[in-house]
Nanobody
Framework: QVQLVESGGGLVQPGGSLRLSCAAS????????MGWFRQAPGKEREFVSV??????????HYSDAVKGRFSISRDRAKDTVFLQMNSLKPEDTAVYYC????????????????????WGQGTEVTVSS
């Protein structure tokens, strides 16, 4: 079992920044895939970003909605993944969830939440003036 705990959400003004953290514990896999998804009120859950082990390092992917504004990183020693969110917009308002797949997902599978094995409880982000 893997436990994921998100933190760092809150209320921020448009244009502001937040840094989300996701701490993993239990049986973690450094070669696995860790991602962020979000769900806005009344909308379906959507992919935000992912970080995957690839040979000697990690590669990252982002949705078009956040590309250039969000940055995902991973502290392998601490089993923690971060999502730095800059230039936040009201449409970024959502509950953000961390998820992990115990194996490295191929590119075609990173986008769908159903391919991830464990999820956190979520942290709420509100972007409003």
């Amino acid at each position: 079992q893997v436990q994921l705990v998100e933190s760092g959400g809150g209320l921020v003004q448009p244009g502001g920044s937040l840094r989300l953290s996701c701490a993993a514990s239990g049986r973690t896999f450094s070669s696995g895939t860790m991602g962020w998804f979000r769900q806005a009120p009344g909308k379906e859950r959507e992919f935000v970003s992912v970080i995957r082990w690839s040979g000697g390092g990690y590669n990252t992917h982002y949705s078009d909605a956040v590309k250039g504004r969000f940055s995902i990183s991973r502290d392998r020693a601490k089993d923690t993944v971060f999502l730095q969110m800059n230039s936040l917009k009201p449409e970024d308002t959502a509950v953000y969830y961390c998820a992990t797949a115990t194996s490295r997902l191929i590119l075609s599978r990173i986008w769908a939440g159903e391919n991830y094995d464990f999820w956190g409880q979520g942290t709420e982000v509100t972007v409003s003036s």
